[in-house]
C-alpha cells in the first residue's frame, strides 16, 4: 500500500517560503492522491487526483492554510470512501459548488430583504423580466408589476412556489373579489397562472393551480362604452357637432371622433406628418397602434381613407395647430398632444353624460350603423376598426 500522511505543516510552511524565494511553484504530495500546489504568492492549492474508468481525474479541496494538513486529509479520506461506494467525484464537486454558490445567493437576498430561488415572487420577478416586459407596454408590465407586489406577495411571495395550492391562491385572490375589483381579481389570476406556467417550464414546480380556479371565482360583467346606435340620436349628435360653439379645435376633434372612427388615444396623438393630402389618406404608425409589443414593432401601419369632410376639417385646422407636431396640440404646450378628457368633456358641454355617448362610443356607432343601416361587410368594418381578424378573409380586406 502506498504510504500516506507524508507531509508537516513546518514542511508546508518551508516549502511555501522556499517557492517565495524562488518565484516558481512547486507540488507536495501527501500520499493516496492528496497534492498541496505551493505558490509564490504563499498560498497552496490541495488537489486530490483520482482514476475513474481508466481516466484519470483531479477536484479541489481548497487553499492552506484556509484548509489546515488536518482538514485536506480529512476531505481526502471522505472522498475516497464516497468513491468507493461508486460516486463520481467530479459530479459532486460541480454538485457541491452549485450548492455553495446557491447558498451564497439566499443569503445575499436575504440580506437585501429580497426573497430566495424557488419562491412565488423570485419566479414572478424573473417572469416579469424575462417573458412579460419583453413582450407588453411599459405601462401594461409596470401595472402586472405593481399588482403583484400590492396584491400577490404580501401573502404568497416567500412560498415556495412548488407548495402553493389552489386554495391558498384562491384565498389570496378572494381578498380583491371582496373589495368588488371584479375585474382586477381575474387580470391578477391570469397574471398568476402565467407566472406559474413559467414556473412549469423552468422546473420551479410541476403544476399552475391557477387552472382549477377557472369556475371559482365572480365573473366580470360585461361593459360597454356609451354610445348612441339609434340612426335618429346619430343624427341629433353629429347636429350637435357641427353647431358646437367651444374651441374651434376641440370643435374639429368632435367631428373627426365620428369620422375617421380611430380609438380616442389614437385621434388626440395624431401628427401632421401621417397626413397625406394628395392621396387622402391618413397613415398611422403601427407603433401607435394597439397592438403587442412585437406588433407594433413589425406590424403594418394603419391606412384610413379620408372623405372630403375629413379633408376640409384638416384644412381648416391648419393655420391653427401647423406650428406643432400634433394635429390636436395641449393648449398648455405644443410638445404634447390634447388631453384624453378634452372630448369627453365637450360632449358635456353638448348635454351627452356619461350614460349617453363616450369618446370612444364614436366606434360602436359607427360599428351599428354601418353594419345595421349601411349593410357594410363586417370584414370591411373590422378592417377599418383596426380590429385584428384571425380568419384568412379578414387579413385579406386588413391589406
Not at 36 to 45: A, N
Not at 270 to 294: H, N, Q, Y
Request: hydrophobic share 40%; glycine share 6%.
Amino acid at each position: 500500500m502506498a504510504a500516506t500522511d507524508l507531509l508537516s505543516d513546518r514542511a508546508i510552511q518551508a516549502a511555501l517560503k522556499a517557492a517565495a524565494v524562488a518565484g516558481k511553484s512547486r507540488k507536495l504530495s501527501d500520499g493516496a492522491g492528496l497534492v498541496l500546489d505551493v505558490r509564490p504568492t504563499g498560498v497552496g492549492w490541495w488537489r486530490l487526483r483520482f482514476w475513474r474508468d481508466g481516466k484519470e481525474g483531479m477536484i479541489s479541496l481548497g487553499t492552506y492554510p484556509v484548509v489546515s494538513l488536518k482538514a485536506a486529509r480529512m476531505k481526502r479520506d471522505e472522498a475516497r470512501e464516497a468513491k468507493a461506494h461508486g460516486a463520481d467525484l467530479s459530479e459532486r464537486r460541480k454538485q457541491e459548488k452549485a450548492e455553495r454558490a446557491r447558498r451564497r445567493e439566499v443569503e445575499a437576498l436575504e440580506a437585501a430583504g429580497l426573497p430566495g430561488p424557488g419562491t412565488f415572487e423570485y419566479v414572478a420577478r424573473e417572469w416579469l423580466e424575462v417573458r412579460h416586459r419583453p413582450a407588453v407596454s411599459e405601462g401594461h408590465a409596470k401595472t402586472t408589476q405593481t399588482r403583484l407586489e400590492k396584491m400577490v406577495f404580501p401573502w404568497l411571495g416567500r412560498r415556495p412556489i412548488c407548495e402553493i395550492e389552489p386554495p391558498e391562491l384562491l384565498e389570496c385572490l378572494r381578498r380583491i373579489e371582496s373589495r368588488g375589483a371584479l375585474e382586477t381579481t381575474h387580470r391578477v389570476k391570469d397574471a398568476c397562472s402565467q407566472v406559474f406556467r413559467y414556473g412549469v417550464s423552468t422546473g420551479a414546480c410541476a403544476r399552475n393551480p391557477a387552472a382549477d380556479l377557472r369556475e371559482a371565482l365572480k365573473p366580470v360583467p360585461t361593459r360597454h362604452f356609451a354610445a348612441i346606435v339609434d340612426p335618429k340620436g346619430v343624427r341629433n349628435l353629429l347636429r350637435d357637432l357641427v353647431a358646437y360653439t367651444g374651441n374651434p379645435i376641440t370643435r374639429a376633434a368632435l367631428r373627426l371622433s365620428a369620422l375617421l372612427l380611430l380609438r380616442p388615444g389614437e385621434l388626440r396623438s395624431l401628427e401632421w406628418s401621417w397626413v397625406d393630402f394628395e392621396t387622402a389618406t391618413l397613415t398611422l404608425p403601427s407603433a401607435v397602434m394597439k397592438r403587442r409589443l412585437d406588433e407594433k414593432a413589425n406590424g403594418q401601419p394603419h391606412v384610413v381613407p379620408m372623405a372630403a369632410q375629413v379633408v376640409a376639417i384638416f384644412q381648416e385646422l391648419q393655420p391653427l395647430t401647423m406650428h406643432s407636431r400634433y394635429v390636436f396640440p395641449s393648449i398648455l404646450t405644443r410638445e404634447k398632444c390634447m388631453s384624453e378628457n378634452t372630448v369627453r368633456s365637450a360632449l358635456r358641454r353638448l348635454g351627452y353624460g356619461n350614460d349617453d355617448m363616450t369618446a370612444h362610443g364614436f366606434r360602436a356607432m359607427a360599428r351599428t350603423m354601418l353594419a345595421e343601416q349601411l349593410n357594410v361587410q363586417p370584414e370591411v368594418i373590422e378592417a377599418q376598426l383596426a380590429h385584428a381578424v384571425s380568419d384568412s378573409l379578414g387579413r385579406a380586406y386588413n391589406r
